[in-house]
């Protein structure tokens, strides 16, 4: 007869689960913030206390919305769970997680497949459970629903002191605090809105009045300034609900072209700027205006404009068109640097066709949401998906870039150069 003998394996250590934990906070008030440190400690006592978890961090973010587009840590936390890093997350409630149903459901389904969990406190809810996805739905549609209901609340609340005439909630205005609902002048600020607005009806361009004040010390974006410059609130009137809200989800604001009734107040506090001196302004706004209009748009910046900014000083690179003579091409170079100058912004100016093939090679438009110059040479793709791309740049030498026919046509330069010179010593 056969002898059996059961095979004896090795006793299976049970696997350490790799624990994270997402927390958020609605914004940067002191409240919130420290709101947010004692979170941090307390998911990272909770998480390192325990055998059987293995610590994977804290992914915090400090956002206006929950939509999942607006945080970075978030999306850093799906490319770690998607690069099998994360086995399982804790988060306080599906309110800090997201606030609608979808980014919810999306996530939570995602990482389901990935072999993922999130468990949710305040619910005491494990996604990966059997009644967990339908749990889930029903608590993040109440969620939403809530969030809506807060959301109509606070418009309607602001729309009744637009109807009263009144400003709601904070303000930050050069010239003007805000105290119990009515604008005060700060006279120090008020002589700077003055000299600002006699600038300007003096000829002098935003740009230039920029770096005027700049020189001295005064801080002021481009587009401050052209705001300033329009905001006829100097005058002691107020225009209310030139903007709105589009939803709670997006919190896009969008300028008010109808779609909601706008209250002008007269005479509502103390003038800085003269109402005959802020008509001026607007009509030599307008004439300006007019001189540029008919400048043709580059064409082919459709995909780019708006897409690029500046690692080192915020703002967005703008296209251009420059060059010595016979090497001329589009460049993409950073507002602040080509507005004001180097000692402003010392980022590179980047060939617009290397941009070009630095996309292609770091995925390509799809999906591409923005694109950051960390600083000289370097550039950073971020991805809807969450997918980051940081690629090196360099731009080759004049000589390496030129053309047979561009070398041709700086040989024919020299040469006339040089029969014009030997002309002029012939003839002193």
């Not at 973010?61 to 999942?68: L, P």
């Not at 020189?215 to 401050?224: D, F, K, M, P, V």
């Amino acid at each position: 007869m056969p002898t059996i003998t059961q095979v004896q394996f090795a006793p299976v250590m049970p696997k350490r689960l790799r624990t994270a934990a997402y927390t958020r906070v609605s914004d940067g008030k002191d409240a919130m913030l420290h709101s947010l440190s004692a979170q941090v400690s307390y998911y990272s006592a909770l998480i390192q206390k325990r055998s059987d978890w293995e610590y994977a961090g804290v992914y915090i973010d400090e956002a206006v919305t929950g939509t999942k587009d607006s945080r970075k840590e978030f999306q850093r936390m799906l490319e770690d769970c998607r690069a099998g890093k994360i086995d399982q997350i804790i988060t306080k409630s599906i309110t800090r997680f997201a606030r609608n149903t979808l980014t919810t459901l999306e996530v939570a389904r995602e990482l389901k497949l990935l072999g993922i969990d999130i468990f949710f406190e305040e619910q005491n809810l494990h996604t990966m459970s059997n009644e967990g996805e339908m749990v889930l739905a029903i608590l993040a549609a109440s969620a939403q629903e809530g969030s809506l209901r807060v959301s109509e609340n606070c418009k309607w609340r602001i729309r009744k002191e637009f109807q009263a005439g009144r400003l709601s909630g904070g303000i930050n205005m050069l010239g003007y605090k805000l105290i119990d609902g009515k604008l005060h002048i700060i006279p120090e600020e008020a002589e700077i809105v003055r000299r600002i607005f006699a600038l300007y009806l003096s000829g002098k361009g935003i740009v230039t009045i920029m770096k005027l004040l700049r020189a001295e010390g005064i801080t002021i974006s481009r587009t401050g300034l052209a705001k300033m410059l329009r905001n006829e609130k100097y005058t002691g009137n107020m225009l209310l609900q030139k903007t709105y809200i589009a939803d709670h989800l997006s919190k896009q604001k969008r300028i008010n072209r109808g779609e909601l009734p706008q209250y002008f107040v007269a005479d509502s506090h103390e003038a800085i700027i003269p109402k005959e001196t802020f008509e001026e302004v607007q009509r030599e706004i307008e004439r300006r205006s007019h001189d540029h209009r008919s400048t043709p748009i580059a064409p082919g910046t459709s995909q780019l404009a708006g897409l690029i900014r500046c690692g080192i000083c915020g703002t967005a690179f703008q296209r251009k068109y420059g060059g010595a003579p016979g090497y001329k091409k589009h460049m993409w170079i950073c507002s602040t640097f080509n507005s004001i100058g180097k000692q402003y912004c010392a980022n590179q100016q980047i060939p617009e066709n290397i941009l070009l093939d630095k996309i292609e090679e770091a995925g390509g438009f799809a999906g591409l949401e923005r694109i950051t110059a960390t600083g000289p040479g370097v550039l950073s793709f971020l991805y809807k998906d969450g997918k980051q791309v940081d690629l090196g740049w360099q731009n080759p030498s004049r000589a390496q870039s030129w053309t047979p026919e561009m070398k041709e046509a700086a040989r024919q330069r020299s040469l006339a150069a040089a029969q014009k010179r030997k002309k002029q010593e012939a003839n002193p």
